[in-house]
């Protein structure tokens, strides 16, 4: 069964940075995109950030762009999202996510069939 853990959220300052992780197994994870999310209280859940397989041709939503920078190390079987400049609305569960189709990318939430348990960032004075 594929696993997907994050792991790196927590509470940070407005303007503050945290690189999130998220460590994969149990599949062949430089042949798929991998993709974060995030679902703040009340909302629903939103893509984040997204990269290729091999790591190029990165997305952003239009909120983070700039702010978010998304990498893979495919070594490791790990993608990381470092967030620098965090405000209070990027408070949310954040969520790794594997695109359903090797050798395809998308930003869209069906387009993925395996979601990690999140980790929370909070960003709050």
């Known amino acids: 069964q594929v696993q997907l853990v994050e792991s790196g959220g927590g509470l940070v300052q407005p303007g503050g940075s945290l690189r999130l992780s998220c460590a994969a197994s149990r599949f062949a994870f430089s042949a798929y995109a991998m993709g974060w999310f995030r679902q703040a209280p009340e909302k629903e859940r939103e893509f984040v950030s997204a990269?290729?397989?091999?790591?190029?041709?990165?997305l952003y939503a239009d909120s983070v762009k700039g702010r978010f920078t998304i990498s893979r190390d495919n070594a490791k079987n790990t993608v990381y999202l470092q967030m620098n400049s965090l405000k209070p609305e990027d408070t949310a569960v954040y969520y790794c996510?594997?695109?359903?189709?090797?050798?395809?990318?998308?930003?869209?939430?069906?387009?993925?069939?395996?979601w990690g348990q999140g980790t929370q960032v909070t960003v709050s004075s």
């Open positions: 996510a594997r695109q359903r189709q090797a050798y395809k990318m998308t930003r869209v939430m069906g387009d993925y069939d395996y």
């Open positions: 990269i290729t397989w091999s790591g190029g041709s990165p």
